[in-house]
């Protein structure tokens, strides 16, 4: 199956730093999405980005599909960003089109 | 849009028992439900596919047995834990596509604990 890889695992910001998340992916995909997973374990759909580059608010993401990467990029990081952020990748199958979760990134935003 | 009630959202149960837990659309048809499984500190591991109608389809490594899932309507998928272990002691979370808008929904999470 795909592997999924995401760096890096922990991340630690002091509040008002920007950060990077990377996620690589070992096969061909025609869905990507960015997760965040907040302290008490909602997931929130962050961007549906098989390819592009997407932004919204202070989030934005870029995904280059022939290399099999996608960058999650967050500015100006608050408090309110920590928690838990998953790539998951996909392909269309008979049965839905189910993810495949990477390992996340654990980020903690210091005030 | 593109709500996923889950319930319960926490249970503890006695080892030997059985739990059902229950995710609901509450404002679209889910024709699909994605069930998870997360340990603590760890990824979101997919159990199994519902499909509305029929059989789920599992994931190798998961007992069908012992994750019962039912999908009866288009509105409300159930996950049962049958014959419990501390070992099933786990975040269970469900979810649906919900295509190209909105993308994943998901539930709330029930964290089981088996005593």
């Known amino acids: 199956g795909i592997q999924v890889e995401q760096s890096p695992p922990d991340l630690i910001l002091q509040e008002g730093a920007n950060s990077t998340l990377r996620c690589n992916f070992s096969?061909?995909?025609?869905?990507l999405q960015w997760f965040h997973q907040n302290p008490w374990g909602q997931l929130i759909n962050l961007f549906y980005?098989?390819?592009g580059t997407k932004q919204n608010g202070r989030l934005s993401a870029t995904t280059v599909a022939t290399e099999r990467y996608s960058l999650l990029y967050i500015s100006s990081s608050q408090t309110t960003d920590s928690g838990v952020y998953f790539c998951a990748v996909g392909v269309v199958e008979a049965a839905g089109n189910k993810l495949t979760f990477g390992g996340g990134t654990r980020v903690l935003v210091k005030p | 849009g593109a709500v996923v009630s889950q319930h319960p959202s926490w249970v503890i149960c006695k080892s030997g028992t059985s739990v059902k837990i229950e995710c609901r659309s509450l404002d679209f048809q889910a024709t699909t439900m994605f069930w998870y499984r997360q340990f603590p500190k760890q990824s979101l591991m997919l159990m199994a596919t519902s499909n509305e109608g029929s059989k789920a389809t599992y994931e190798q490594g998961v007992e069908k047995d012992k994750f019962l899932i039912n999908h009866a309507s288009l509105t409300l998928s159930t996950l049962t834990v049958t014959s419990a272990h501390p070992e099933d002691s786990s975040f269970y979370i469900c979810?649906?596509?919900?295509?190209?808008?909105?993308?994943?929904?998901f539930g709330s999470g029930t964290r089981l604990t088996v005593v």
């Open positions: 979810s649906s596509d919900r295509g190209l808008i909105y993308g994943y929904t």
């Open positions: 980005i098989p390819s």
């Open positions: 096969d061909s995909v025609n869905n």
